[in-house]
């Protein structure tokens, strides 16, 4: 990242988005929820960012398979999740994991109560596991794309770039090499766009917007293409300033703006904002 790029101003203040993602050949499967980012002073250089996530939806609809209620009710108790970010929106690391590790502890015995199989025994001895050390924790929730999404801080003066993604839940995160360009603006927001590829030749895709006023995030879409099982994933983050706002009559997947994702002629040099 370049040292000369501004850094954020969002100490106090509150994002909401809607986050989907969409997977199969034929996409034919959707995941949906809503994300809460809340912006607190950690340090001179550092911010302390609480998560949280709400409406899940499998396919347009609440949760119907044991499993998926079950990780509806994990979610409940895991989250809120608070991580340490630099100033410029990249991620430290995950903060406070003693007082999840006793939120969970403390919630489990509701999560027994209620959910009866082996797979409810399966499901919750891995997250024991995870829950082992903030190390193994850390590991595994690196694992959300929302997290890679939200803090991989895409603001680069140079063209080619790294970006660390997670395309299997029980592997390290991948690595894609690629290049960096802009986008040009549209509707008072300024956009970068992505593409890479990863060792295996499969390609992630990705178009990052920001607003100018004030550099917070407006949407990211991403598109991960796997060339051995032909399967895609995509990945949506749409800001939901109604409901910042205070406008409760919000949608959970609301109208994308129109734009353009044509990328600018490349430059020496460049700036987002």
Known sequence: MNENVSTYDFAGKTFYFGVKTTYGIEQEKSVNYIATCTYNEFTEQQFLVKINRKKFFINGV??????????????KVLYPIECLVTRKGEFISFYGFEALRKRWQQGIPKIRQEYKGDQVNAYLAQMAVNLESKEQFSEALKNDFLYSLLFMGLFLSKEEMVISFPTDPFKPLNKFYG????????????????????????????????????????QIKASYKCVSTQNNVNYTLIRLKEREDGNSNFYLEPKEEEIDVKVKKKKKKWWLF
Do not use: I
């Open 62 to 75: 609440e949760p119907k398979k044991v499993v998926d209620q079950l990780a509806d009710a994990c979610m």
């Open 179 to 218: 290049t960096c360009s802009n986008l040009e603006r549209k509707a008072q927001m300024a956009g970068v766009y992505f593409k890479g590829e990863d060792d295996q030749k499969n390609t992630l895709e990705v178009s990052k917007w920001h607003y100018s006023n004030d550099a917070s995030l407006a």
